[in-house]
């Protein structure tokens, strides 16, 4: 089969064509035509540092985290899915697990589910794990009817996920992004639009929340930025963050009584643990498409296998729109 492979890891890493064997189905995995990848900021990581990340695969890799396709072949133990099915997920692109850059690729039937009829291909492979994120943070902390949300990032591909399941599950919701662009697609979604250049933390505490607070803040954008959830936060509230790798002062969590959620979604992968689990999130997210409450946001730009380093660049530029997809 056609992949596209990385012989090294560095900034200046490209990939290249490759012809590796077709995978063979073992038992409790399937074996995938891949019809399209998305391309997550996880993945531009692995390949610009490699090593550094625990969770890199050993070169020659195939990366592509996400992806929508054909099961072509069923091994063993596998019950739910029959060859000719469309599905989705998020099953490789780490450690030993074969990525998505590929015509192939073998996955774990846990770590699959039947694509949302609703969504193209393209769609579908923009959801896995945007989606497996967004739903795992909110109801971790207990995202609810009558609830206020802020979603930090919300014209994001992670935050304008969360932003629609939030209000699925019955929430009001306002997100944080900047511009009018991002104002315009935030408002699209149904949630209150704050371009948090434009005002400050307090203030759109003030507006939206007569002052008290969100009951769940969902931070997508992570680091120095945890510091106005946690002000966002009403007191015993909840905030979720999603890039937590920082080292940042707790002070004003203790004294608020928070509790500080940290989601990444790729450890049941990275430790098969609980794989089940994304099967399932999979299909309820399926579900979500198909009743029309969730549609991930596409970039138009169109890439195949050989311009994946081209749609690398093009989500590291900052000029995307919404998810970048690869058409295999």
């Known amino acids: 089969m056609k992949a596209m492979v990385l012989n090294s890891y560095g900034p200046e890493a490209q990939f290249e064509d490759a012809e590796l064997p077709d995978p063979v189905a073992i038992p409790g995995h399937v074996v995938i035509e891949v019809a399209a990848s998305s391309v997550n900021t996880v993945d531009t990581m692995i390949r610009i540092m490699g090593s550094?990340?625990?969770?890199?695969?050993?070169?020659?890799?195939?990366?592509?985290?996400?992806?929508?396709?054909?099961?072509?072949?069923?091994?063993?133990?596998?019950?739910?899915?029959?060859?000719?099915?469309?599905?989705?997920?998020?099953?490789?692109?780490?450690l030993d697990l074969q990525g998505a850059l590929a015509e192939f690729m073998l996955a774990d039937a846990r770590l699959i589910a039947h694509k949302p009829k609703s969504l193209s291909t393209r769609?579908?492979?923009a959801l896995p794990l945007v989606g497996i994120t967004a739903y795992e943070g909110l109801t971790r902390a207990g995202v609810g009817d009558g609830q206020t949300v802020l979603v930090q990032g919300g014209a994001g591909g992670v935050g304008h996920?969360?932003?629609?399941?939030?209000?699925?599950?019955?929430?009001?919701?306002?997100a944080t992004g900047r511009g009018a662009a991002q104002m315009a697609l935030i408002n699209g979604?149904?949630?209150?639009?704050?371009?948090?250049?434009?005002?400050?933390?307090?203030?759109?505490?003030?507006?939206?929340?007569?002052?008290?607070?969100?009951?769940?803040?969902?931070?997508?954008?992570?680091?120095?930025?945890?510091?106005?959830?946690?002000?966002?936060?009403?007191?015993?509230?909840?905030?979720?963050?999603?890039?937590?790798?920082?080292?940042?002062?707790?002070?004003?969590?203790?004294?608020?009584?928070?509790?500080l959620h940290v989601v990444f979604m790729l450890i049941p992968m990275m430790h098969d643990v609980g794989r089940q689990a994304h099967g399932v999130i999979l299909k309820t997210l399926a579900d979500m498409a198909d009743a029309g409450a969730l549609k991930p946001i596409v970039d138009e730009t169109v890439f195949d296998l050989a311009s994946i380093?081209?749609?690398?660049?093009?989500?590291?530029?900052?000029?995307?729109?919404?998810?970048v997809v690869v058409e295999v």
């Open 309 to 323: 380093g081209a749609a690398h660049a093009h989500l590291t530029s900052g000029g995307a729109t919404g998810k």
């Open 123 to 125: 769609e579908a492979a």
């Open 161 to 174: 996920v969360a932003v629609q399941i939030a209000r699925h599950m019955g929430a009001t919701v306002s």
């Open 52 to 94: 550094e990340l625990p969770l890199s695969p050993a070169v020659p890799a195939v990366l592509g985290m996400d992806f929508a396709g054909t099961v072509t072949a069923i091994g063993d133990g596998v019950t739910g899915f029959a060859v000719g099915d469309e599905v989705y997920g998020c099953a490789g692109g780490l």
């Open 189 to 259: 979604l149904g949630a209150n639009p704050i371009d948090f250049t434009m005002q400050q933390v307090e203030d759109y505490v003030t507006e939206h929340t007569s002052g008290a607070g969100f009951d769940l803040v969902f931070d997508s954008v992570g680091g120095a930025n945890m510091t106005n959830s946690f002000a966002a936060a009403k007191l015993n509230g909840h905030v979720v963050s999603t890039v937590a790798m920082v080292e940042i002062d707790l002070t004003p969590v203790h004294f608020k009584g928070l509790s």
